[in-house]
Structure formats: structure tokens, C-alpha cells
């Protein structure tokens, strides 16, 4: 394994820190207690299986300094680990029950100095450059860690001492703190919960206080206080089994909408795998690939800057693997394919919509939600409540004076399943192996396609130098020689007809032949279009790439792939060219995977500033095509005019939600309208429709400096909604180009959609608040779809800020 120090050659490389010593240290009074070293030596184990330790920087581990622990722990907090050293094992067994769900041990002060200097170091070699992201494999867990107490298994708060350094040595101004531990990280949420520079999220089981550490404070309602305020999320789950639904609509409700806003410069993830399938402690049944899912949407965010520390997790099995995939996934590697995301219990839901009323006075991201015109009526009359739950008795008001050390850290009752329990677990293992490629990005090109040309008078923004351009672009920052060459071929006449008539092709050949008055007069039967006699091979040759890219992904000769052809075709309908488009790319792309290789499901989005209307007609019936669309509709008079592209369209009747309009109207739109669709969106149907394959129609005329588009679209916020679909269908994306007319502006966005590809990190996304039209538009699509998509469930009425204030009044009286 090579070393993190060893400089610019590992710019791009995925830093890994851990030290076997961490293993030492066990319950000496109870060998049933949960935090023991097989949660250590087990994931070492798997990633090395996987030949994931191998593939890293390796971080160096050290011990903390005194000077670094006491950042923000106190001396006598210090003072008191470091006599437990010498104890005798009477000494430390009297010590231990002074703290809720602790023991002391010989190895235990060095082993908290290793697992927060671990951290430190991966903190510092992420923000020096040394290294893009990392893990620490560490323990003693931390976030539950306090100023002046131990607690929860935790002795040094790891991750809050990693933001604090980040602050104070690297002089950053926001760090995102996300915490999917199963239980509550109470102690980082004490040190920032009046600092605005940290953002703290944390996804917990509360059980309506009922879940340890039993905290009032654990609940929605605690924000944050001062200039911190709305700075502290929690999301309490009140209810077991929840499953990847509602871990993935927490993260595409509430946690990517304000991280966006939020553009933090680093993010620290609190690991806790203890939500995992199979952990006596979480019992909320999530797969080891969801936490794989989180990493890489968060991963556009901070430029890429995330550091994993690992905290919780009890099922061996699961915790091994949910590390191994979120290395993985740091690693730019495909996540494994979710199951259809489906409803999540109606307890799920209430946690959600009540964490987004008490957040959307502080957020201006969260603005899909209405306002309540009265507190008396609400079709979720839970959010017009306000905690606590009554008869609730907190940790907070009243705690013990000692605890035993045999405390049960689970439910009794799941132990005695125990045996069925491994068997599930043991059978998503198998169904959710991850994908293998030789490459991870293709790129098809082909001279080729720069015959088709404009013989005539000019003046058609659709030219050879667009592609020209992004090849030299690609080949100038380096990006080209790093992706697999696939060979482009030409399409046979049997594979054009897969969507279009024979009659149309045959008619189209002739124009090989045809001289230049008869090809003006046949050109000017098709709005938008110019043609030469070299048009029909070019064309031919553009749809023959799309489809080899289709082959090199679907024979996993590839993870993923682009195809960098003209001339376009989402508008080229069965027996018509319109609007620069000859052969419908995409949809031929779409067809051949279907029936040469038998795909089931497959996605397509179309984020063309012109609605791709021979998509939507070729597929508006088929129910195993979902086309999303995002464009510049105008009611309908931006080109191709019409109410094709409006956003009541919703399918045929064999298809009804398979078809998915996005219908920009009333002025320019910029990237917040369109991350904020996709979030609220294009992501959650998409991961309830799971696909085995998406298509990208790729075009890039809502880029800011498009002659055509009249949008404010920077380049990087394509390579941002690249990043999101790659967690979907296992990774087998295409990016099949379509328009795009400001060459330089093309070409950039082009090259970072590839970057996002091969798992580059990407600029941030400064414009993150979406506009009202934006909002509305989204709205619009969200009420007729949510007829047909059981994810939709968040578009509700929700109390004002001045109705809070009355039931939160309210309550306090009644109290």
C-alpha cells in the first residue's frame, strides 16, 4: 500500500487509516457486550477481501496529543482516562459503572489516542491535498463523547475534535457533520449547537424518547440556538424497520437539499452501521449498499472532500460489508443496486415533514411544502403536533447514579430470531455482489461523424467543431488517455429501424446521391435541418456509436460510458427529421437494449434545454422505459412548440407515470432549479423505478453561454447530475451527446459529466436556491405524478413559522 505523503501522484486517491493495536481492548466483565474487537479485525478482513486496502493511500496512525484532546474535552475528562491506565481491574470495573454503556481497559487510553489521531491525520491529509477522501477505521467509537463524560461506548469525540481542527488549523467556515449512527451523537451536537460553521444531521432511532441515550434534546424540534440556529438537524425515527425508503427520502427530502444550500468545504460522516440489517442494537434494516448510496450522492459536495470515521455497527456481517461498499464507494466504484424504493411507514413520513416545518424558516431550499392557512386541519394531522410525547421520562431531567455493567444493549426478543436474521442477511449478501468491470469509462468517437455538414448558406449552430472541440478538450486536461477507446461502427439499416420506418430510410439513402438543388429541395420538407450527401453515413455512424457504447457497458467491458457523436437525435421522430436531428440516437440506444440484451428497465433523461419529443413518442407506451425531461417549455412556444413537453403529460395508458415532464416557464433558470428537481424528483422515481440501465440524452444548451438556450447553467452543475445517477442500475450509465452550440461551454460540461464518470471530484455549485417559477414547475409535475409514484408523499401543507410558535405555546401550557 502506498503511502499518503508520497505527494501529486495520489491527488486522486482514497486515503484509508487504521492500526491493528485498536483491536486490543475488550468488556472484561461481560463477553456479550456489543463493542468488541471483531468489529475491527472483521472489516480489515473484508476489505481486504474485496482488495480495497490495496487500492488507497495508506494514512499513517499516531496517539492525539493531550493539547488536541483537550480542544474541546476538559482536563479533568483527560485527566481520569488517563488514571484508568494503571487501575487495577477492581478499579476499573467501579469506574466503569459510573458511565452509561462504558468499560475501561488497560489498552483503553492508548486506543482512544489512536483512533482520534487516526482521524486528525485523515482530516489534514484530506484538506492539505494529499489525499481526495478517506476512512478511518477506528474504535473506541466517539460521537457520544461529552465535554466531561464518557458515554455510549465513546471516550474521545473523534469526529466533533476532526471539525474542530478543520476550523481552527484549516481556517474553513463550513463543515457538514452527518451522523447515521442508529442512535443519537449527543455530544457532537453540544459542542456546535450555536456554531454556525458546523452543520450537524443526525438520523437516529428516538422511539419517541424511548430509544437510548433517552434524550429530550434528540427530538426534531432541537435546531440549534443563537447563530446556530437551524444548523442542528434531527431526524428521529420513531419507529423500527425502516428500511432504505426512508433513509433514501430523508437523504433526498431534507439532507441534500440544505447540504447543497449549506456548500460546506468538508464533510465528516459519523459511520454507524448499527441501522444495518441484521444489528441487534438498530433494528432499522438497512442494506449495507444504502450507506454506499449516501456516499456518493454526497459525494459532488465539498469537492469531493468527505471523511468517513467509523462509530457503531453490531452485526459483524453487515458492518463489515457497509464499510467495505462505502470504501468502495469513496473509491468511485458502482453501488450496488437498491431495491425498488417503495412507501415508507407513515411514522417515517410525519419525522420527515415535521423535521422540514421547523427547518424551512432557516432554509430557503425547502420550499416545496405549502403553507397551512389554519392549525385546526392538516391530512397529516401529525405534523400539527409539538414533542414532547407524553409520559416520556428523559435522561435528560433524571439519569442514574450508576449503571450495571451486564445492561442489555439490545432487544431481548431480537436475539431469539437471531438465526433467521443470518440467514436474510447472508441472502442479500449474495443477491447484492458488487459489479466488476475492466474499465470504468468508455469513449466512443468517430471521424466519421464530422462529415455531415452545412453546404449551403451557413448560419446552423449545429457544426463538426462542436464535437472537435470536446475531443480536444478531453485530450488537453487529461481526461481522454484515462478512458477505455471503444471502436464505433456504423449502424446496419435493420438497427435504424428500430425506431424509425423503412420508407423514411430508404428515402433518406437517397440523398448519397442526390446533387446540391435536389437536396436543398428534399432538406426543405423538415423544419430545422440541412443536409449534404455525406449526412445519411454520418448520422448512421452516430447512432452506430451510441450503440457500441450500449454493448461495452451491458458486457461490462465498461462500468460506464460517453458518446461524443452529431448529429443529435432526440427530436428526429419516426418518418420525420426536425431540429438538427436525423436518427433518434437515444432511442435507438434504448431499443437495442431491450432486445439484444434483454434489459428490463431502463431509464432515460433528457436534459436538453428542448424537449426530446420523439423520445417521449417513441416510448410513451411502454411501461419498461421511464423518460424524465427536463426543458424550457415557455407554455408551450419554445421550440419544438406545442404541449408535447407539458408536464400533465404523464404517459399512455399502458405507461401512465413512465413519462415525466419537467416544464421550465416564466424566465432563465439556473442550476438550483434543476439540482432542486432532481432531489425532489428525478432521483426518488428513479430509485423506486430502479433501472438497469440509464441514458443520458445529453445536451448542453441550458449551459450559460449557449447562442440558443438563454439559461444560466454552469458546466459543473451537469457533472453534479451525473454524480447522481451513478448510483443507479449498478452504474451503467451512458452519456450519449446531444446539443450544446457555445463550443467551449459544450465542451466543458462534456468533460465533467466524464469526470464525474470516473469519480473525479467536481467544483461546488455556488446558485443552490432554486427560483418560485423553478419551485412551481417542480410543483406542477409533482402533483400528477404523485398519482403514480408511491416515493411522492412530502408535498404537503405544512404550519408557518407563526403557527409553530402557537403550538409550541400550546404545548408549554399544557405542560
Known sequence: MASASEGNTLLNRTGVVYNDLMASHFHMWNEEFTEKPERYTSIVERCKQYGLLDRCAKIQSREATDEEILTLHNPDHLKILKMSESMSKEEMETLSQKYDYLYFHKDILRNSRLALGATLNMVDEVLNGKVRNGFAIVRPPGHHAMYNEFNGYCLLNNVALGAKRALDQHGLERVLIIDWDVHHGQGIQYFFYDDPRVMYFSIHKYLDGEEWPYLRESDYDYIGEGPGTGFNVNVPLNVIGCGDSVYMAILFNILLPIAY????????????????????????????????????????????????????????????????????????????????????????????????????????????????????????????????????????????????????????????????????????????????????????????????????????????????????????????????????????????????????????????????????????????????????????????????????????????????????????????????????????????????????????????????????????????????????????????????????????????????????????????????????????IAYEFAPELVIVAAGFDAEKTDPLGGYRLSPAVFGHMTRMLMGLADGKVALILEGGYSLEGTAQSMSLCISALLGDPLPAIHNTVPSKSGVEAICKTMEVQEAFWKTLLYRVELPTQEQLEVLKSEKEQKN
Not at 461524443?564 to 432511442?587: K, Q, S, T, W, Y
Open 261 to 684: 444550500e449549506f456548500n460546506p468545504q468538508l464533510i465528516l460522516i459519523s459511520a454507524g452501521y448499527d441501522a444495518a440489517l441484521g444489528c441487534p442494537e438498530g433494528e432499522m434494516e438497512v442494506t449495507p449498499g444504502c450507506f454506499a448510496q449516501y456516499v456518493n450522492l454526497l459525494s459532488p459536495l465539498a469537492e469531493g472532500k468527505l471523511c468517513l470515521v467509523l462509530e457503531g455497527g453490531y452485526c459483524i456481517k453487515t458492518l463489515s460489508e457497509g464499510v467495505a461498499l462505502s470504501l468502495k464507494a469513496l473509491l468511485g466504484d458502482p453501488c450496488p443496486r437498491l431495491e425498488p424504493i417503495s412507501t415508507p411507514q407513515d411514522s417515517a413520513v410525519l419525522s420527515i415533514l415535521n423535521v422540514i416545518k421547523v427547518l424551512r424558516p432557516y432554509w430557503r431550499s425547502l420550499q416545496l411544502q405549502g403553507d397551512l392557512a389554519s392549525i385546526t386541519h392538516n391530512q397529516r394531522t401529525g405534523v400539527l403536533t409539538w414533542p414532547p410525547k407524553e409520559g416520556v421520562t428523559f435522561y435528560t431531567h433524571s439519569r442514574p447514579e450508576s449503571y450495571s455493567l451486564h445492561q442489555e444493549c439490545w432487544n431481548p426478543g431480537v436475539m431469539e430470531s437471531a438465526q433467521v436474521v443470518d440467514v436474510r442477511v447472508d441472502e442479500l449478501l449474495a443477491r447484492t455482489v458488487p459489479r466488476s468491470t475492466k474499465h470504468k469509462v468508455g469513449i466512443v468517437y468517430e471521424e466519421a461523424v464530422l462529415n455531415h455538414r452545412d453546404t449551403g448558406f451557413g448560419g446552423f449552430e449545429e457544426c463538426p467543431e462542436r464535437v472537435e472541440r470536446i475531443v480536444q478538450t478531453l485530450k488537453k486536461n487529461g481526461t481522454w488517455e484515462r478512458c477505455f477507446p471503444i471502436q464505433g461502427r456504423k449502424a446496419s439499416d435493420d438497427e435504424l429501424c428500430l425506431a424509425h420506418g423503412e420508407d423514411h430510410i430508404r428515402r433518406f439513402k437517397k440523398t448519397m446521391t442526390m446533387g446540391e438543388e435536389a437536396l436543398k429541395v428534399y432538406q426543405s420538407s423538415f423544419k430545422s435541418i440541412y443536409l449534404c450527401q455525406e449526412s445519411f453515413t454520418s448520422a448512421a455512424w452516430a447512432v452506430g456509436c451510441s450503440l457500441s457504447v450500449i454493448d461495452s457497458i451491458l458486457t461490462n467491458q465498461c462500468q460506464s460510458g460517453a458518446a461524443i457523436i452529431r448529429p443529435p437525435g432526440h427530436h428526429a421522430e419516426r418518418n420525420d427529421m426536425m431540429g438538427f436531428c436525423l436518427f433518434n440516437n437515444v432511442g435507438i440506444a434504448a431499443k437495442y437494449a431491450q432486445q439484444k440484451h434483454a434489459v428490463q428497465r431502463i431509464l432515460i433523461v433528457d436534459w436538453d434545454i428542448h424537449h426530446g419529443n420523439a423520445l417521449q413518442n417513441l416510448f410513451e407506451d411502454d411501461p419498461s422505459v421511464l423518460y424524465v425531461s427536463l426543458h424550457r417549455f415557455d407554455n408551450g412556444s419554445f421550440y419544438p412548440y406545442g404541449g408535447k413537453g407539458f408536464y400533465k403529460q404523464a404517459g399512455g395508458p399502458n405507461a401512465q407515470g413512465r413519462t415525466v415532464n419537467i416544464a421550465w416557464n416564466d424566465g432563465s433558470k439556473g442550476d438550483a432549479d434543476y439540482i432542486s428537481a432532481f432531489h425532489s424528483l428525478v432521483l426518488p
